[in-house]
Nanobody
Framework: QVQLVESGGGLVQPGGSLRLSCASS????????IGWFRQAPGKEREGVSC???????????YYADSIKGRFTISRDNAKDTVYLQMNSLRPEDTAVYYC???????????????????WGQGTQVTVSS
């Protein structure tokens, strides 16, 4: 069973950076596509990015338009961890960030929360001066 744990959230000033991590305390993540979502108060959960592998070394990554060019998703299979590097953070990026796992690789439907089978508890990211 996959048990996901996010870390790396915190308070950062606008324009700053954070790196979120998503690790598994159960099964390894290399067989799963990993998505990052975020949810701000009063808003729906938003799909941010997704990464999956094929043939052991090919990564398929998707990004929401709202974060494209500022966030980068990556995975380190040796550490069994997926990262979300967030640069040029804006106040509107403030949210609880979640990672999620599914067996099916990333497709253009990556932003549908219901397509994921496992979820972490989330980590708070606050962008404020």
């Amino acid at each position: 069973q996959v048990q996901l744990v996010e870390s790396g959230g915190g308070l950062v000033q606008p324009g700053g950076s954070l790196r979120l991590s998503c690790a598994s305390s159960g099964s390894t993540l290399d067989a799963y596509a990993i998505g990052w979502f975020r949810q701000a108060p009063g808003k729906e959960r938003e799909g941010v990015s997704c990464i999956s592998t094929s043939g052991g070394s090919t990564y398929y990554a998707y990004y929401a338009d709202s974060i494209k060019g500022r966030f980068t998703i990556s995975r380190d299979n040796a550490k069994d961890t997926v990262y979300l590097q967030m640069n040029s953070l804006r106040p509107e990026d403030t949210a609880v960030y979640y990672c999620a796992a599914r067996a099916r690789r990333c497709y253009s439907d990556y932003y549908f929360p219901n397509s994921y089978d496992y979820w972490g508890q989330g980590t708070q990211v606050t962008v404020s001066s």
